[in-house]
């Protein structure tokens, strides 16, 4: 099987997987991850922070959001912007300010106040698979990784442990790599 094929493959399986996860069981987990998560030094020490609108039964971030919010905290929130094929980031302050856009994911506006994804501490991403070197599958459109590939502080996934893979996920050289990965049993520091 070609690196193509076998990304393909790991892609449409772990989402399936994902898929088929209840909702109860989607909230218990996510309530952990995002509970060890903001007792991370990750957390603790960003002032400025992106962090995603949960889709598909990905791994929810609005209590991230709300505590980031209530400790004075900026939170941008991803946009895609189709005519540029690019992701563009949104200082959001409520979660009313999101709406549904690409994808039917959740998005601010981009009237919003547009934020340099330079003055991030930390970049908080979602994807499909995760192996132990840090490698990350998206959905294969490589908008996150074409936006995040100058930024030098640290990009941290939040996954179900049956996202990190003990195999190793084939990459190619534009591919972003997470500093850690956070799940309901284990941060993986990379």
């Known amino acids: 099987m070609n690196r193509s094929a076998k990304k393909e493959h790991l892609r449409s399986s772990l989402l399936e997987m994902r898929r088929e996860m209840a909702f109860e069981e989607v909230y218990l987990l996510s309530s952990r991850i995002q509970k060890r998560f903001m007792d991370t030094s990750f957390f603790k020490s960003a002032g400025s922070f992106s962090i995603y609108s949960s889709f598909q039964n990905e791994v929810l971030t609005d209590d991230i959001f709300q ?3 209530e400790q004075g905290k900026e939170v941008a929130f991803p ?32 009237k919003e106040v547009r934020v340099d994804p330079e003055s991030f501490d930390l970049v908080v991403v979602p994807g499909t698979a995760f192996d ?49 990965i956070i799940t309901e049993k284990r941060v993986i520091r990379l």
């Open 67 to 69: 505590k980031a919010i």
């Open 79 to 110: 946009r895609v912007i189709r005519r540029h094929k690019q992701l563009a980031f949104f200082k959001v302050n409520q979660l009313t300010e999101l709406t549904p856009g690409s994808y039917e994911i959740l998005e601010p506006e981009e």
């Open 132 to 180: 132990l070197r840090g490698a990350r599958l998206g959905y294969g459109k490589g908008f996150y990784d074409m936006a995040l590939s100058t930024l030098k502080c640290p990009i941290v996934a939040l996954a179900y442990d049956f996202q990190v893979l003990n195999e190793t996920i084939p990459i190619e050289p534009h591919d972003i790599k997470v500093s850690a």
